[in-house]
């Protein structure tokens, strides 16, 4: 593999490019999903290939090919050379790149226990478990749970110099539940760890044995039901706890997509828009209160935006992203950097798949953790709501405005978590919002969450992405705003 790369390389660069780098990648994916008692889809996948990234007459220029012979490589390589050529006649200003140290090294993939070595058989009873466990425990209509285990190979080579090989191994999985009333008037879901993918990390089979879906089946199937005739989230100003996995979510939209520089620099729009956090801003608009500190940060163990190197062959950092409020940086690559005056890249360079060029992505965006316990919280609120799991998200095309929907919440009166709340949702602004948190819980608290379905770019990469969270408070936030309300103001 080392030779069909360098030699990708060497005919870029004869082929007339100024910069080159190629980069191997093989992908292999295995995924259950049962429903309703039956197996729903056994699901089983791989690609490898070369793609290859030029920059010629200060233009880029990429081709990719799965026929892995030094003809096809040194094919993609030319073909990458003529689409920088042809782009660049249409270029204003030729790209320049910061400049990276070439790096060296293998990086294996960590996990405890290969997820692929257990066997199909054990992946799909386990699964069948939670599905009788929830049918067993209360009314449900409909169940689901999977399993995804994913590993991933890559290899990178610059004209500069660099040679990185990296491996990385995913294990993901969750299950969930839908109560239906009998006149079919309501529908209520709860899932397990949480909504939208369960729970995804960098990490082997020891995830799954962590996360006990099965004692957990019972109580969201229970849930479920109970929801169905549970009062309706009233339509108030009230302070609000969010659970963790709610403020991944919470987090990824108002803060992880409007850092990322393409966005702010009007270079892409896709899926997530534009961003609010125009370069003016950096270093000087407060982004929230001053409890609020955010970073990005792709050294984290087991997160699903970690790496070694990214696809620019630049290390996996951490960067801060707001300092106690203020908004203090972004994510970046090398040839956006230089627009908001850094001398490096932030290291967020990556592609989904041998055949995508590399974008700007989340690495791991995190909230960092102050010292309160969910505990004390709930208890130190005279009137409130906490709001847990996602089940739908809004917001505008900078970023700004949004609603986001939650499975359940419970009220909090008088320090006390009182009774369930069906459909529940809040409104907000990103940066009032952020404004009003006055109280984060401790690292005790704080859980990284995987996100194994960002979308960006056309056409569409999926990138895999993280969020380490702690639950926080939120006061004064507007509750209950229904669709009809919004459209009738
Ligand atoms: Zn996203």
Redesign the pocket.
Known sequence: MEELIARAVAAALEAGASYADARFTSHEDEEVRVKNGAVESLRSSSAQGVGVRVLAEGAWGFAATSTLTLAAVEEAAGLAVRIARASASTQKTPVALTPVEPASGRFPAVFTENPFDVPLAERVELLLDCDKLMAEAANVALREGFLEVTHEKKYFESSEGAQIYQEGVETGAGIECTAVAPDGSETQTRSYPSSHGGQTAQRGWELVRELDMPSHAEQIACEAEALLTAPACPATVTDVILESSQLALQL?ESC??PIELDRVLGTEASF?GTSFLTPDKLGSFRYGSEQVNINADATLPGGLGSFAYDDEGVPGQRTQIVREGMFTGYLSSRETAPAIGQTSSSGAMRADGYNRIPLIRMTNINLEPSDWTLDELISETKRGMYLCTNTSWSIDDKRLNFQFGTEVAYRIEDGDLGEMLRNATYTGNTPDFWGSCDAVCSADEWQLWGVPN??KGEPMQTARVGHGVPPARFRDVRVGVTQEEEDGE
């Open positions: 990824h992880g997509h997530a960002c979308g």
